[in-house]
């Protein structure tokens, strides 16, 4: 959980925090600013300084605030000039706001506070709902107030287009004056208290803050618009009130108490989302009528409140529905001011000592709390004593009395990093005479005596207590310096405080901070000196078991090795009639074999007829062990290999949790303990989720890629690790990120195991508590009638008014429960507005009838209307996870592997997506810190909703209006890249800033063929061959153009340049100019390739006559080629047309699909892996009316393979290849594709694909279950390409996503390893030989992703190809990365080292070729012909020069 | 860095090679060859001597077999305490394999307790036990337990299973979270040099003012003697399991991982060699 924290403000008006986590103010420094009063929420903090102006503190944070300016330019054609800006004078203005009603020229558009800053200057958005406009950003109507479309077309007589400009708020983590208003008249009087709150009715996406404030006239105002975009709000309105206003406390939902002169207190009635002013007051007696209300203050159902005789009063009975609540209950002590904070969390200042206090045991159950307790929390003024005091901690609870006085020494190390390390040397050393203490960082001197000398020293700390060290003191000691130097405080606020029942907070008093801070340490991993023992003693054993084990290990064993048998009761899932759950005696027996292993048999004994059966499971053979929570029953699933072909886990029920985790901990234990699985798991291990959150990882074994030791997919082992996720992402330097269903990233800590698997099954150290929060949503349905109006009376052939998404479950508020057994209940069910399709002011979306689309207003035609209640549930597990905070993620993707570094090298790349929408890129990752050091913020133009970073650093996104955006020029040493933004094609732009200087690259062939060809420069040093070859042949048919050019540096070359020989098509290649690149760069697009070709319609499987609601097969996915990883979802399996990757209208993210009760839940993804549920998957995919697919482009093929989910469950497996693509069912096995040639061209009689395994592409699951694989293989054949067929793999769990990996060889993917492997497993004729039929012709095939150079030409490089270099072969195998692989070549020739060179042609264009061609090149490097330094591959820029591919 | 939890299986995986001969005025038969045996640390004598029995037992005329007993250097080997409890007493600083005598004869019934049976063994390894949690928990985890885990744990320790013994020990190692540790530590200080058998006493891991004790803090109260003062030389070691662990060591760490597997954290004291 993050830290939060709690402000206050002293007698002398200096504002102290104070963090949950620590232990410590720390004072809040601002110019020489004094304030009376703050009040805090959890982004910022509200203040009235002395000098009775209003302040806003808003917390830095590695995202910024930003918001965006737009204008429009309109124009109107007219016969004789075009189109200009000559209107009609019924017009808008020229330059407008989207109404047209607001004059809004570009310089006229100011920055609202001196806090705000530009971005950039204006820029056309060139973005038109996803879609990219043609030239110029211009969109056309008929008329101006009319529909808006980008195509110009005959009777378009008006266009306008958007101007954009962002601006950054830019005063964070400093107090920005709040302006006074300009007419004096408005604000005649200051301020006197001033309250934050209601930041819960109004949450996302709204995000609105409540901030009320009470003028020295008793007047309350309300900040209007203040928001988490807006922090500064925008004006002050009065609110009248009945009486005049003292002080006023706003809730964090919907509560509002002033108290009044007269000692009552107002209540505001009717605040909600929609009415955050509230519209009535009513009136509350105080307490006592002799005693009025001095001080209120407002909770979420709590209100304290302060008379004037100083009693503390608590009222019962508060809520949303009865904001007075019903009576007042006197509380204990005296207290000048009480705040409730966060979660109803109460702290006070004590009346007569002015000292702070926390309200102890406030609990939803016990709102009142227990005790006060006095927070006597040390304070830090002059920052050098930051650490010093957790520094003494963590020595002092090892070194007792030596190191106590620590914190007295004045410790001249400012924080924990700087101590010195575990230094065993400075343990015998500290023994020393009493010196002055402050030159030492911590002694053991007892420094009870030379305590005060110091102390007193510091002059500059006149109250500087560290009261928690102080504690540690005999009190006469204490006494003098205690009086005067006690904190005073004079307010507090808690309202950005977050504590929770089960927050451990070290604040109260020394005693117990110190125990705190010790239990935290008794971690024997953490304090460096626990080192010194704990080595001593593993040494130490391992010596002993050296001396008396190692020369006598022929004696014989005392204890001969025997069965161990362990026995329960348990229900067992009958599977075949009765089907049902029937009580079994189960035995485990465990032995050792000869060989020394363990190895376990579980048995399971049934009655059947009265007869006594058993099945029994070896556990060696059992590949995961899955526990099942649903169905109100302690379940687990054993899957084994053969189990898992029979779709038939052995399902095992526990009476209770315990014994379910005893029997999966001893399970789990035998199966690890037989596979030789122990400790954390290795940095290629492979990572996954259920769909249930659940976490299971793999070892892939050392010799994977080792062409006899094959190991199916179906029998790899996966074993659990504690922790619920969303998302995991690996890489395969062992970090491993996470995102929870709340958005909470989680970053793995080098543990194992957690949650249920406790005891030897799990490491003592870095297992830590771990929670997730997840929505359950249902729906309220209502029906229209003409005379009662919308009534919760249906039709009765309607749906359930009371149902979940589909209307086909019945779902009321009391049914409802959470998904399983782990989850509780956190909130009452409320009205979702978020709901995609924006809703009305009630939450209601209307619809003409039931199964139709939703729209947020209500219109004529519209008969049924639903709205969404939402309740969320809490999940409290352990596992090896650490947060992340503070910044909540919606999607993360890790560089799959840094190349060429193991171990060392530069921080790994990691990109993130948090849930607004901003891209971020994590700065700092490595494998000791896995969790990265800060965020970095990278500006977009719109909110994103996935990002993906492929190898070579290759990132791409997508937004939420379903736009693909590439990101250039990212390497280690440019960790977010270069620019910023989407790029137009062809045409100059205004320059925005220092972005991205004007100029234009495209080539007019390229625009006739309406490609949008872009880029934006700057792609800078490392060109991959990804984007080099991106000029795909069939754009630019015919002869070949010169590219044009733009106006300035950086620029890119469009070269058309026929191949001279052989190959008939032109290429259209990219070439970087020999300029500086260092200014610019950008998100280019080199997507949208709207293209003739239809793409091929693939015939549905006639058995199964459900997947034709599923993905349109007629719809076409069309994008240019690249290094491209994309996660795109539709919840309506709408697919757009054209265009982009997918038009993502809503639910965009990586959106939940199964809520409850979808089980299958595809990801498919960038690199491998689908997962899996229980045996029940097939059954409830049918009912999945959402999409989600996932892109992926891999490697230099230009092929694209790409898969998605139908919504009948099916999948569909399509490809793109330089432009056209395809879907097809992968149902039947990939059938054949009419255009695909790379089978259908083999030359006749030739044998079906055979050879060797060049790679895999991706595993995907059909609804029936099996998983098919689509292979490529290398052939040994020169002269055949490799192909691509299908092939059933089984699976040993229902997937839940599928990565998609290729042969990625240019670096070693660990996924690619991994795919290679399951490929082998599938190429293996003896595997199965029923299923994978190598020798019969194929059931289907890719489209072979070999650059059809090689196809149409076989027998590669003729004519100036060869002329480059000595060619001496046409064809060279290789090895990379332990797998052969065919190269193509131009020609070739050994190198003085060895290696193979390969001449690529004289022209770059050839080079190209060879890069585009099968062979995934290792390190392509390219060298200059004489042996000088390699080269990078497009560093080479002159056209003549030779290349030479090393495969090493 | 290595995981705490492969402590527990060094501890458990200790092995003592050991050389059973025949006491030389038994009277045999033929020759007795010298029986070679690794012995585990954690168990107990005769528990694991079966084999050593029968195959001096075969040498031997029938009438002349009584209860076996053992003997190092002299000193009968107390079969009630553990294996490597007696190795360290007496011969941690002598030449291995460890020469034990074997004798049938003359059963020394001042100095050791008979042993008809495993059941004794049994019933001595789980009243240790039920001693050790009476001071950890007030017996309330054992208390808990079914009799088949007691048997399980038993039946690990006869079988030498880790994953069994364990399986239920851990839940006697177990202590809430809101407590820095046991209620006392189970311990048992073992001296050579005295008449006393072993020390114990009610000790806290915690002090008063929640610092953790170390093991230097316990021998400081209950055996000043053992501990070396500030400038002396040191004249004992203090083992555990054959190693010795460094003073400064947290003792609720030393009982959580070092103890044996009746739950008692046996720690000798022995001079320190000469050498």
Partial sequence: ?1448 | MTDDKDVLRDVWFGRIPTCFTLYQDEITEREAEPYYLLLPRVSYLTLVTDKVKKHFEKVMRQEDISEIWFEYEGTPLKWHYPIGLLFDLLASSSALPWNITVHFKSFPEKDLLHCPSKDVIEAHFMSCVKEADALKHKSQVINEMQKKDHKQLWMGLQNDRFDQFWAINRKLMEYPAEENGFRYIPFRIYQTTTERPFIRQLFRPVATDDQLHTLGDLLKEVCPSAVAPEDGEKKNQVRIHGIEPVLETPLQWLREHLSHPDNFLHIRIIPQPAD
Wanted: charge should be neutral; charged fraction near 20%.
């Fill in chain 1, 1 to 1448: 959980m993050p830290s939060s924290e709690l402000w206050a403000v002293d007698l002398f008006g200096r504002v102290f925090t104070l963090s949950t986590a620590g232990q410590q103010w720390e004072l809040c420094r601002d110019a020489q600013l004094e304030f009376k009063r703050v009040s805090a929420a959890a982004p910022c903090c509200w203040g009235i300084a002395c000098d009775n102006q209003v302040y806003v503190r808003v917390g830095a944070s590695d995202v910024p605030i930003r918001c965006r300016e737009e204008a429009y330019e309109n124009q109107r054609w007219n016969p004789m000039g075009g189109f200009c800006e000559a209107l009609l004078p019924s017009d808008r203005w020229p330059w407008s706001d989207v109404s047209g009603l607001q004059h809004r020229p570009l310089d006229g558009v100011a920055l609202p506070s001196p806090h705000w800053e530009w971005e950039s200057d204006w820029y056309v958005d060139e973005n038109f709902g996803g879609e990219p406009t043609e030239k110029g950003g211009w969109t056309y109507a008929i008329d101006f107030p009319h529909t808006y479309t980008r195509d110009k077309k005959w009777n378009s007589c008006v266009r306008r287009r958007r101007w954009t400009r962002y601006r950054r708020y830019k005063s964070r983590d400093t107090w920005a004056k709040i302006p006074s208003e300009d007419d004096p008249q408005q604000l005649p009087d200051p301020f006197s208290d001033l309250s934050v709150g209601g930041w819960e009715i109004t949450d996302e996406p709204v995000g609105r803050l409540s901030v009320w404030a009470v003028s020295l006239q008793g007047k309350v105002w309300y900040r209007e618009d203040v928001s988490h975009s807006n922090p500064e709000g925008s004006s002050w309105s009065l609110v009248d009130t009945p009486g005049e206003a003292v002080q006023i406390s706003c809730g964090p939902h919907d509560l509002l108490w002033v108290s009044l002169w007269e000692g009552q207190a107002l209540v505001r009635e009717g605040i909600n989302r929609n009415n955050p002013k509230g519209s009535s007051w009513s009136v509350v007696e105080p307490p006592t009528s002799e005693n009025g209300i001095l001080h209120v203050s407002a909770g979420v159902g709590v209100v304290w409140a302060i008379t004037k005789d100083r009693k503390v009063w608590f009222r019962r009975g508060v809520n949303s529905h009865n904001p007075c609540g019903t009576s007042w209950i006197e509380m204990v002590g005296e207290m000048m001011m009480v705040n409730v904070g966060l979660n109803d969390q109460v702290w006070g200042i004590g009346w007569t000592d002015r000292a702070l206090y926390f309200r102890h045991g406030v609990t939803q159950s016990e709102l009142s709390g227990k005790t006060w307790k006095a927070i006597v929390a040390g304070r830090e003024c002059d920052g050098s004593r930051a650490g010093s005091l957790s520094s003494l901690l963590s020595a002092g609870c090892f070194f007792g009395d030596e190191v106590r006085g620590g914190g007295e020494s004045r410790v001249p190390s400012d924080s924990e990093a700087e101590r010195p390390g575990p230094d065993p040397e400075r343990d015998v050393e500290v023994a020393g005479p009493a010196s002055t203490p402050a030159e030492l960082p911590w002694t053991n001197i007892d420094l009870k005596e030379p305590k005060k000398g110091p102390r007193h020293a510091a002059a500059d700390f006149p109250e500087g207590t560290n009261l928690s060290s102080l504690a540690l003191l005999p009190l006469g000691l204490e006494e003098p310096d205690s009086a005067d130097c006690h904190a005073l405080w004079a307010w507090v606020s808690g309202g950005g405080c977050a504590v929770e029942a089960h927050t451990t907070l070290k604040w109260f008093t020394a005693h117990s901070g110190l125990r705190a801070s010790m239990q935290m340490l008794s971690l024997p991993i953490t304090p460096a000196q626990t080192a010194a023992w704990r080595k001593q003693i593993f040494q130490q054993l391992t010596e002993r078991t050296q001396r008396e084990l190692e020369n006598f290990r022929h004696y014989e064993q005392a204890v001969e090795q025997s069965v161990w048998v362990k026995t329960g009761a348990l229900q067992w899932w009958c599977d075949w009639k009765p089907h049902k759950w029937v009580d079994v005696r189960v035995a485990l027996e465990q032995f050792t074999g000869h060989d020394g292993v363990r190895d376990s048999i579980l048995f399971i004994y049934y009655m059947i007829h009265e007869e006594k059966k058993y099945i029994h499971v070896f556990l060696n053979e059992v590949t995961a062990l899955v526990p099942v929570l649903n169905e109100a029953k302690h379940s687990f699933a054993v899957y084994t290999p053969e189990r898992t072909r029979q779709r038939w886990p052995v399902r095992l029920a526990a009476a209770t949790e315990q014994d379910m985790s005893d029997w999966l901990a001893l399970l789990n234990l035998c199966c690890c303990e037989s596979r030789r699985v122990h400790g954390r798991p290795s940095p290629q291990a492979i990572w996954s989720v259920t769909c249930k959150g659940d976490i299971f990882v793999s070892e892939p074994s050392p010799d994977l890629e080792a062409p006899e030791r094959w190991l199916p997919c179906d029998q790899m082992f996966w074993r659990q690790m504690g922790g619920h996720l969303r998302v995991v992402e690996a890489n395969s330097r062992g970090v491993v990120w996470g995102i929870g269903y709340d958005h909470t990233a989680w970053v793995y800590t080098g543990g194992y195991g957690g949650g249920c698997f406790q005891g030897l099954a799990s490491s003592t150290s870095n297992i830590y508590t771990q929670s997730d929060v997840k929505c359950v949503y249902i729906y309220e349905n209502q029906r229209w009638n003409p005379v009662t109006g919308y009534t919760s009376r249906g039709l009765p052939t309607d749906r359930y008014m009371w149902s979940d998404a589909t209307g086909l479950q019945e779902c009321t508020k009391a049914s409802t429960k959470p998904p399983s057994l782990q989850w509780a209940w956190v909130s009452d069910w409320f009205v979702d507005f978020s709901v995609p399709g924006g809703t009305d002011q009630e939450g209601w979306q209307y619809a003409s009838d039931f199964p139709a689309l939703y729209h947020g207003h209500k219109t004529m035609k519209d008969f049924v209307r639903r709205r969404r209640w939402t309740r969320k549930c809490k999940l409290v597990t352990s596992g090896p996870w650490l947060e992340v905070a503070p910044i909540a993620l919606g999607d993360v993707s890790i560089i799959p592997e840094t190349p060429g570094a193991h171990g060392s090298g530069p921080g790994i790349a990691l990109w993130a997506v948090s849930d607004k929408g901003d891209v971020l890129c994590r700065l700092g990752v490595c494998e000791l810190n896995p969790a990265g050091s800060s965020w970095l913020h990278v500006g977009t133009d719109q909110p994103f909703a996935s990002v993906s970073i492929g190898g070579c650093y290759q990132v791409w996104a997508v937004a939420r209006d379903g736009s693909a955006f590439y990101r250039g020029s990212v390497s280690p040493s440019k960790p977010a890249g270069l620019g910023h933004r989407q790029q137009s094609p062809g045409e100059p732009q205004p320059e925005p800033g220092n972005c991205v200087s004007p100029h234009g690259c495209a080539a007019p062939g390229a625009q006739g063929a309406g490609l949008g060809l872009w880029h934006r420069g700057g792609l800078g040093s490392p060109v991959r061959p990804g984007q080099c070859h991106q000029g795909p042949q069939e754009l630019i048919p015919g002869d070949g153009r010169q590219a044009q050019r733009g106006a300035g540096p950086p620029q890119w070359a469009l070269e058309g340049g026929r191949c001279p020989a052989g190959d008939p098509q032109s290429r259209l290649l990219l070439r970087p100019l020999p300029l500086t690149w260092s200014r610019t760069g950008a998100w280019s697009l080199p997507g949208a390739l709207p293209l003739g070709k239809r793409a091929h319609e693939g015939p549905l499987s006639p058995g199964h006559p459900q997947t034709a609601s599923a993905l349109p097969p007629k719809e076409k996915w069309l994008w240019g080629s690249g290094w491209l990883c994309l996660d795109l979802i539709s919840s309506q399996s709408k697919i757009r047309k054209r265009g982009f990757l997918s038009k993502v209208k809503e639910g965009v993210g990586r959106l939940e699909i199964s809520a409850g009760e979808g089980r299958l839940l595809p990801r498919v993804g960038r690199a491998l892996l689908g997962w899996s549920e229980d045996g029940g998957a097939a059954r409830g995919c049918e009912k999945l009316s959402k999409c989600r697919v996932r892109v992926t482009v891999v490697g230099p093929q230009p092929a694209l393979p790409l898969m998605g989910l139908g919504a009948g469950g099916s999948f569909y497996i399509g490809s793109c290849r330089r432009g056209w693509g395809g879907w097809r069912p992968a149902e039947r096995g990939l059938e054949a594709s009419a255009r695909s040639r790379a089978l259908g061209r083999h030359p006749p009689g030739s044998p079906t694909p055979s050879g060797q395994l060049l790679s895999c592409f991706f595993f995907f699951k059909s609804e029936k279950g099996p998983i098919w694989c689509s292979l490529k293989l290398a052939s040994h054949s020169r002269t055949r390409c490799p192909g691509v067929i299908g092939a059933h793999v089984p699976s040993p769990l229902i997937l839940r996503w599928i990565e998609l990996t290729a042969s990625f060889p240019g670096v070693p993917v660990r996924r690619a390893r991994l795919c290679t492997v399951l490929w082998c497993s599938v190429c293996r004729p003896e595997a199965d030989s029923k299923e994978v039929s190598l020798g019969s012709p194929p059931e289907g095939h890719w489209r072979e992703p070999v650059a059809s150079a090689f196809a149409s030409s076989p027998g590669g490089g003729t004519g100036r190809r060869e002329s480059g270099g000595s060619a001496q072969a046409k064809q060279v195998k290789g090895r990379v990365g332990g797998a052969l692989l065919s190269v193509y070549t131009r020609g070739c020739q050994v190198s003085p080292s060895g290696h193979h060179r390969f001449f690529c042609g004289s022209a770059l264009s050839s080079c190209c070729d060879s890069l585009v061609s099968p062979c995934p090149l290792s390190r392509a490097t390219v060298s200059p012909p004489c042996g000088a330094p390699t080269a990078d591959l497009l560093s080479l820029t002159e056209p003549s020069r030779f290349l030479g591919c090393f495969i090493q």
